[in-house]
């Protein structure tokens, strides 16, 4: 692992390894503000890696990268059940063929979201196609009962950025087990290859402050335990200010 890269209460090599690839990936995409172990505001979660950048049209972008370094951490808690899994495949297979064949016949839906034209991606949901959205349901259905998805989910539901990537080591990646409407990182010779477009989600200007604030603060826990700045430090410090500005108001 390289310096400087501390893991966590628990946390394997291979799992901070990972995140050190996404936080690298990140900034090399224009991401000049991105944090590990952001806990992620209006809902009970902590993204591995939170990031955020500035752009010209808009407020800003942001994405949240979660690590998986195994298949029982990435299929935790599922129902193990062969149909339901076949059927999975089945229902991937068709999204990837309509897709293909929507691309051809609507060559002109890509969202200009990125900042890097190779990252765009088609917005297949203003066509309204009715059984391309039939399959997005299906898939979101096998997915709940497969997986114990809820927090893939509840980062959706809650917008709590606008793209959302797995990241996984390269033996571990399987098209059908990535969450709709996530981008997959895959890790291959020392870095991340980006094997599935995320889609986007619009969220509010005030999401993104708050997202970015939250970096600022997991980016301030680290250096102070870099300094060896304790919390105990920081009151005693807010109280001698305290203190001395009651004194001089009295005066």
Request: hydrophobic share 40%.
């Amino acid at each position: 692992m390289a310096a400087g890269i501390k893991r966590a209460h628990g946390e394997t090599e291979r799992h901070a390894r990972l995140k050190r690839l996404a936080f690298l990936w990140a900034q090399a995409q224009g991401y000049s503000a991105c944090a590990m172990e952001v806990s992620l505001p209006k809902c009970r979660y902590r993204a591995d890696v939170a990031a955020y950048r500035l752009t010209a049209k808009r407020s800003g972008s942001t994405a949240i990268f979660e690590c998986k370094q195994a298949l029982c951490d990435l299929r935790r808690d599922n129902c193990q059940s062969d149909a339901a899994r076949q059927r999975l495949e089945t229902i991937c297979q068709r999204r990837q063929l309509l897709e293909s064949r929507l691309r051809a016949h609507y060559p002109s839906l890509r969202n200009g979201d990125s900042l890097f034209p190779e990252f765009d991606l088609p917005d297949f949901a203003v066509i309204g196609h009715r059984g391309y959205a039939r399959i997005l349901r299906e898939l979101r259905a096998l997915h709940n009962r497969l997986y114990d998805c809820t927090k893939f989910d509840k980062l959706l539901r809650y917008r709590c950025a606008n793209l959302y990537f797995l990241v996984l080591p390269e033996d571990l990646f399987r098209d059908s087990e990535i969450p709709v409407s996530w981008g997959a990182l895959v890790e291959a010779d020392g870095a991340l290859k980006l094997v599935r477009k995320p889609s986007w989600h619009k969220t509010t200007a005030e999401c993104h402050v708050r997202l970015l604030h939250r970096i600022a603060m997991a980016g301030t826990r680290v250096i102070n335990r870099e300094l060896e700045i304790t919390f105990d430090e920081i009151v005693a410090r807010s109280r001698d200010r305290a203190v001395r500005r009651s004194v001089g108001q009295g005066e």
